[in-house]
């Protein structure tokens, strides 16, 4: 796969290595220097840093400016855009303002519904969907044109990025489901956490099956638990996670104070073994508010120090 | 059909409490059908209002009629002998019909008696659920006849999102995930392929986005 963009994530991933990305949280309030913090214990250790978009529909500090602040540090950010809360016309604004930040990449997402969130009242848009918002930055990029035709004298040169689910249901249609996106124009996937390996592999298999491996960058997601009570949480609680009851036993097998470590332990061993599944191109750790943890899995995952392209 | 539900007692008294002569006016259309406007909670209401009036020992004189339709001019007209008895209309239509209602008796208070839903079906006795939000351009065609904009709760085209799971929306386990049906269904109908080819922008201005809408038939203008 060629490069096409001046996106630093893009140029290795492009150049066969192990991306890595992470993402951090912008925080309820207006400290921007929330969001520089949590980037200053990643920075070193990944390629690019997701900044999240109002994520499980909770109003935060929006993503394109915490990306503007870690722009400025001189880090790589990836500008997460969910189709939720904004029109067509508030979208392709915001990524005309991005682009002209360098902000080079996107990840392309519809939102979780606005019913997850701190304003279950709230009207919401899905004027798009992330398909079509993918379809929407590529027009922009590559024709030079706004969805209403009108031409761009410049043109935002994003990394198209998407996300994918595994493990959502209907099973059977989760390939199909991306090979959606990536006829819409992705050229790089997120996928939801992974703690079912086999599940994951399955899918995997099926990517491979159709050679989408090729076409697109595939980026295994991570969050390394924190305990019992959160695996219990994801498994429970959070739609279309899937947590296998032997990592909830695994955890409940050691004391309390000592389920982070095993947490972490977990995370960098699916890591290690994923790094060996066949059109997986690298990784995407989400370790949600635990952002001072990423270095030592980079680390005990061998996947330091990162590359260096131009 | 229009789905509609009744409002909550206290609402309709509140709404009615500094008038002295009421006029229930049910609907015999849609309303009818998810019982929340006909003849029959016409009656109820008026009783259940009557009952409430005698407690509280305020005098109010409560009349009852339902009509054929209040989206016809022609069956509201019957009410235009009868309304000047009355110092305000409760209207059991949905809320085409307590507009209607207003605009041809314009100087009469016309109240809403029942929250107007969705357009949808008798799933089964007592169960009525939204099939269509009438987007003004019908893509059923190429989603097995399943509404994607009415029944997947983001409004993907593109579905379904990460969310599914059991066949259940991720907003809420009551919910079928519209998607999940949508699959079904084209797999059962053998059209899988047309999954996989990325649905573009819709177009929203048939929709309510492009404002109040109206649909001419010339030959039927006459
Ligand atoms: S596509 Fe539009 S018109 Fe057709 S069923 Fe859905 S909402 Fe109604
Ligand atoms: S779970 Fe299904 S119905 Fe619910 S929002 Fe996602 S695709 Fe739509």
């Known amino acids: ?56 529909a909770v109003v935060r500090m929006c993503s394109l400016a915490s990306c503007i602040r870690l722009r400025i540090m001189g880090l790589e950010p990836v500008l997460q855009m969910v189709t939720r809360d904004r029109n067509r016309i508030g979208l392709q604004s915001d990524l005309l303002g991005a682009a002209s930040f360098g902000i080079n990449n996107v990840l392309c997402l519809t939102g979780d519904h606005q019913s997850f969130g701190d304003h279950p009242e709230a009207a919401n848009v899905f004027d798009l969907d992330s398909t079509q918002l993918i379809q929407t930055v590529k027009l922009m990029r590559d024709d030079a044109k706004l969805l209403s035709g009108a031409e761009l004298k410049t043109c935002p040169q994003m990394f198209i990025g998407a996300a994918e689910n595994p493990f959502a249901d209907p099973f059977d249609v989760r390939v199909s489901r991306l090979a959606k996106k990536v006829a819409a124009g992705a050229q790089f996937i997120q996928t939801q956490c992974i703690y079912n390996l086999d599940k994951f592999k399955k899918w995997m298999q099926g990517i491979v099956d159709r050679g989408l491996h090729e076409k697109v960058h595939i980026l295994a997601g991570f969050t390394p638990m924190k305990g019992v009570g959160m695996a219990k949480y994801m498994k429970n609680r959070v739609p279309g996670m899937d947590v296998p009851d032997d990592i909830i036993k695994r955890l409940q097998g050691v004391p309390k104070e000592k389920q982070p470590d095993e947490g972490i332990n977990i995370c960098i061993e699916h890591i290690q073994e994923l790094k060996e599944v066949k059109g997986v191109a690298g990784f995407h750790i989400m370790a949600i508010e635990w952002e001072e943890k990423v270095p030592e899995i980079v680390e005990r995952a061998g996947l330091y120090p990162r590359p260096k392209v131009d | 059909m229009i789905m509609a539900k009744a409002k909550p007692i206290e609402e309709i008294v509140d709404e009615i409490k500094d008038f002295k002569r009421i006029l229930i006016a049910g609907c015999n259309g849609c309303v009818t059908v998810c019982e929340a406007g006909g003849m029959k909670e016409v009656e109820v209401l008026a009783s259940a209002l009557r009952m409430y009036f005698k407690k509280t020992g305020q005098d109010m004189e409560i009349g009852e009629i339902s009509l054929t339709r209040q989206c016809d001019k022609e069956y509201i007209k019957e009410l235009r002998d009868g309304i000047g008895k009355y110092d305000a209309v409760v209207s059991l239509a949905c809320g085409a019909g307590v507009q209607f209602l207003a605009e041809m008796y314009e100087t009469k208070p016309i109240l809403p008696g029942v929250d107007t839903c969705f357009i949808g079906v008798t799933e089964e006795p007592g169960v009525w659920t939204e099939r269509c939000a009438a987007c003004g351009e019908c893509m059923l065609a190429s989603t097995g006849g399943i509404c ?12 379904p999102c990460g969310g599914s799971s059991d066949g ?5 386990k009551e919910i079928a995930c519209g998607w999940q049906l949508i699959y079904d269904r084209l797999k059962v109908l053998g059209q899988l392929d047309r999954f996989e080819k990325p649905v573009s922008p819709k177009n929203w201005k048939t929709s309510r986005d492009g404002g109040p809408r109206k649909i001419i038939r010339e030959v039927s203008r006459q």
């Open chain 2, 148 to 159: 994607p904009i009415a029944r997947c709760s983001k409004r993907m085209a593109n579905g």
């Open chain 1, 1 to 56: 796969m060629s490069t096409t963009t001046p996106s630093k994530l893009q140029k290795i991933l492009a150049a066969g290595h192990f991306g890595v990305t992470t993402e951090c949280g912008p925080p309820r309030s207006c400290d921007g220097g929330v969001v520089e913090e949590k980037a200053k214990h990643v920075a070193g250790h990944v390629d690019a840093i997701n900044v999240t978009d109002n994520q499980t």
């Open chain 2, 168 to 172: 259940k929306c991720e907003v809420n």
